[in-house]
């Protein structure tokens, strides 16, 4: 058996237990058989080699943002990188050492120092976590937060003896794990311990919100027609504008950033201001966390996902290649008019930056999508209606689905996918196979939906 001596180690009836195995979706209550939280890279390697020695399966927590509970699974080992926290810059390279279990908003302020930032995700989502691909309001300016990303710590279990070990990704240093990195998720074949990213200077950005009310027949009628307006809009205006456009039970809101002056985002915003929203705030640049506090509080996800001390949900999503037709937005317009309380449907816009690169350069198959859409219904106590509020999420995504190429985003897993693989990874999935089996031929961080349980 693989020492742990020194490490911090937590059994069923140990202190802590239950924070650490905690699940982000209270639909799911896991409890792991140990937990191990290892702080640096040999504690990491023992942790894994633990694992190895004792022929056991375990399950990876960064910091437990997984939609359906894969961070963990009854009587098997969890590795938390909850400790696992650092950030050093190379100034005169440009580059930022982040340990895997750092988070993004924590990250980027301490960037602000060296006037740099890494293109962000979901503020609350561990780094490790952004390897799915990273949406952000920056996003089709900068590209996905994998875009910024010069290389990957990792310890895998691949060679002869079958023990783990530390290797590093990138480029030209194990350039399939590094592909595979950039967009793998859940099919990435180790334990990333630290990322390296490419920093950019620090902007001002200035910020936009548009509401509109959505309380009688009249104004859900008028959703369709600036629901037609903003897919036209969001993903073909400037890439210097990344924005959102979200659909709830009592409004549908778009915001976003523009790397530049409030006067000209104005004219920009010029066919969303004729739709007549009930709620303008046009505001002048500022720097990108000041922007950031300014709306995230107005976005459906982080509103709905991070202000919550437990939350129930569904989640799926849809990459779209084509806009909808009249009789799509007609149907999407229906759904919301029987939504159960607690849905929303959000439109995240790409195109830009998003599409400069090649599924040669990363396992990330998504690149030629207009919109990334998150599906989602979310109650804070038990209800006797779970299963309704399931078939709705469920049913919308089979609506937008129907006539288009099934494409979905390996970051919001669903278990109600049929071929989650080649949902995923719609033109990468044999490549990513054979990544996984040479980094990964026990399969031992193999968890559902990996592409080798598949």
Not at 23 to 31: E, L, S, T, V
Not at 141 to 163: F, H, R
């Amino acid at each position: 058996m693989s020492s742990l001596d020194g490490m911090i180690v937590i059994g069923p009836n140990g202190i802590g237990y239950n924070k650490v195995r905690k699940m982000f979706n209270a639909r799911f209550d896991k409890f792991p058989s140990l937990e191990i939280l290892p702080r640096n890279d040999d504690e990491a390697i023992r942790a894994v080699d633990f694992a190895v020695k004792n022929r056991m399966r375990l399950r990876v927590k960064s910091r437990g943002r997984s939609y359906e509970g894969f961070d963990a699974a009854d009587g098997q080992l969890m590795i938390s990188k909850v400790l696992m926290k650092g950030v050093k810059v190379d100034s005169v390279r440009k580059i930022a050492q982040v340990e895997a279990g750092e988070v993004m908003g924590d990250v980027n302020k301490a960037l602000a120092k060296f006037d740099r930032f890494i293109p962000p995700s979901a503020l609350a989502t561990s780094m490790s976590g952004n390897i799915c691909g990273g949406f952000s309001y920056l996003t089709r300016k900068y590209g996905l937060t994998i875009d910024s990303l010069a290389g990957v710590d990792m310890v895998v279990a691949n060679n002869a003896n079958q023990l783990p070990v530390l290797v590093h990704a990138n480029a030209t240093t194990n350039p399939e794990l590094f592909w595979a990195t950039q967009g793998g998720g859940l099919n990435v074949p180790g334990f990333i311990t630290r990322l390296h990213y490419r920093l950019h200077p620090l902007v001002n950005v200035s910020t936009f919100l548009l509401k509109w009310t959505l309380n009688s027949s009249t104004n859900f009628n008028k959703l369709g027609q600036v629901l037609g307006v903003y897919q036209f809009w969001g993903s073909e205006v400037t890439r210097d504008l990344t924005s959102s456009f979200a659909i709830t039970n009592t409004d549908a809101r778009a915001i976003g950033m523009f790397v530049g002056s409030k006067e000209k985002l104005r004219r920009i915003l010029q066919p969303l201001l004729d739709t007549q929203p009930d709620i303008v705030e046009i505001e002048p640049p500022t720097s990108i966390q000041n922007a950031f506090d300014r709306i995230i509080t107005q976005d459906i996800w982080y509103q709905t996902m991070t202000m919550k001390d437990q939350l129930f949900f569904k989640n799926t999503g849809v990459f779209i290649s084509r806009v909808f037709s009249s009789s799509e937005i007609e149907a999407i317009v229906e759904q919301f008019t029987v939504a159960p309380s607690g849905s929303f449907l959000m439109l995240n816009a790409l195109g830009g930056a998003v599409g400069d690169r090649t599924t040669a350069e990363s396992v990330y198959g998504h690149r030629n999508a207009k919109y990334a859409i998150e599906i989602s219904n979310s109650w804070e106590q038990p209800v006797s209606n779970r299963a309704e509020r399931i078939a709705w999420v469920n049913n919308l995504r089979r609506s937008i689905e129907r006539t288009r190429v099934k494409e979905a985003y390996s970051g919001w897993v669903d278990l109600l996918l049929e071929d989650p693989d080649e949902q995923y990874y719609p033109t990468t999935l044999e490549r990513l196979r054979r990544v996984n089996e040479k980094f990964d031929p026990l399969d031992l961080f193999g968890q559902p939906q990996t592409v080798q349980d598949c």
